[in-house]
């Protein structure tokens, strides 16, 4: 019922920027946290960014002061602004709704998009 679409993706040097969206549809709660995670080859899922429903933001340490995301709630649209993108940024960047609801709790995720920076 519920589909996340990640965009975005691509190869860029070393340096660049990338903007990556997700798009959210179906049966999401107002009252979400929305979140940006990363795989790299050989390593664990890990969290990139959350924003919550009224805007309060988290970071991973490696790319505080890179990278930006932001929310628009009238389409549930997440975007993540990647400044100064580096190697190690490199991943399958994945899209994550956490719907909170008063029976309960839903997460969603969307397929990926890969992002690969050159050196």
């Known amino acids: 019922q519920v589909q996340l679409v990640e965009s975005g993706g691509g190869l860029v040097q070393a340096g660049g920027s990338l903007r990556l969206s997700c798009a959210a549809s179906?049966?999401?709660?107002?009252?979400?946290?929305m979140a940006w995670y990363r795989q790299a080859p050989g390593k664990q899922r890990e969290m990139v960014a959350t924003?919550?429903?009224?805007?309060?933001?988290h970071y991973a340490d490696s790319v505080k002061g890179r990278f930006t995301i932001s929310r628009e709630n009238a389409n549930n649209t997440v975007y993540l602004q990647m400044n100064s993108l580096k190697p190690e940024d490199t991943a399958v960047y994945y899209c994550?709704?956490?719907?909170?609801?008063?029976?309960?709790?839903?997460?969603?995720w969307g397929k990926g998009t890969l992002v690969t920076v050159s050196s």
């Open positions: 994550n709704v956490h719907s909170l609801s008063f029976s309960g709790a839903m997460d969603y």
């Open positions: 179906g049966s999401i709660s107002s009252l979400n946290l």
């Open positions: 924003i919550g429903s009224i805007g309060g933001t």
